[in-house]
Antibody, heavy 125, light 107 residues
């Protein structure tokens, strides 16, 4: 059974870069069977897809966050990471890492089938 | 981008009630729709995918239907464990947008 665990600072100052890491256990990122994703949820609000990465390094980002987001993968550590630059209070949220089954057909996408427990990141001076 | 709209935003119901939540897409998404359940302080849990297929372990009282732009999640007999917030998500595009959520409360 795969497990995903987010880690990183819980407090980030405005204009700085938010950095989080997701460690995957019980399965290999390099298997090629999944995309590895980030989703966030502001307190009391709904879910927002941020982006995902394949083990090869191919990335897909939300159009609304694309200019500030970088997702990277470290297959040797079985981890993937999120960086969100120039943060403001609006970026305060619980950040989840999650897994999406890979689909090789053109324009084929799948839902999130496994999630980390989430980590709250507060943007405040 | 594809917008997803759920209704109602909040639903008050009693144990044993039949409950229906609606999700509408701003354009045709075929059957590329999932439903998630989220309890306070927890990550979402996948219930239904491809509009009507059950994720492993999901109780049979949950069912999904619809295609195109209109979808429903039905709970045939509400149980105490079902009080939660439910989200739909389209995955026709790589940018998988979510509905705003429907909170199922105890009446």
């Amino acid at each position: 059974q795969v497990q995903l665990q987010e880690s990183g600072p819980g407090l980030v100052k405005p204009s700085q870069t938010l950095s989080l890491t997701c460690t995957v256990s019980g399965g290999s990122i390099s298997s090629g069977d999944y995309y590895w994703s980030w989703v966030r949820q502001p307190p009391g609000k709904g879910l927002e897809w941020i982006g995902y990465i394949y083990y090869t390094g191919s990335t897909y980002y939300s159009p609304s966050l694309k200019s500030r987001v970088t997702i990277s993968v470290d297959t040797s550590k079985n981890q993937f990471s999120l960086k969100l630059s120039s943060v403001t209070a609006a970026d305060t949220a619980v950040y989840y890492c999650a897994r999406v089954p890979y689909c090789s057909a053109a324009s084929c996408y799948r839902p999130f089938d496994s999630w980390g427990q989430g980590t709250l990141v507060t943007v405040s001076s | 981008d594809i917008q997803m709209t759920q209704s109602p935003s909040t639903l008050s119901a009693s144990v044993g009630d039949r409950v229906t939540i609606t999700c509408r897409a701003s354009q045709n998404i075929n059957s590329w729709l999932a439903w998630y359940q989220q309890k306070p302080g927890k990550a979402p849990k996948l219930l239904i995918y491809d509009a009507s297929s059950f994720e492993s372990g999901v109780p049979s009282r949950f069912s999904g239907s619809g295609s195109g732009t209109e979808f429903t999640l039905t709970i045939s007999s509400l149980q105490p464990d079902d009080f939660a917030t439910y989200y739909c998500q389209q995955y026709k595009s790589y940018w998988g947008t979510f509905g705003q959520g429907t909170k199922v409360e105890i009446k």
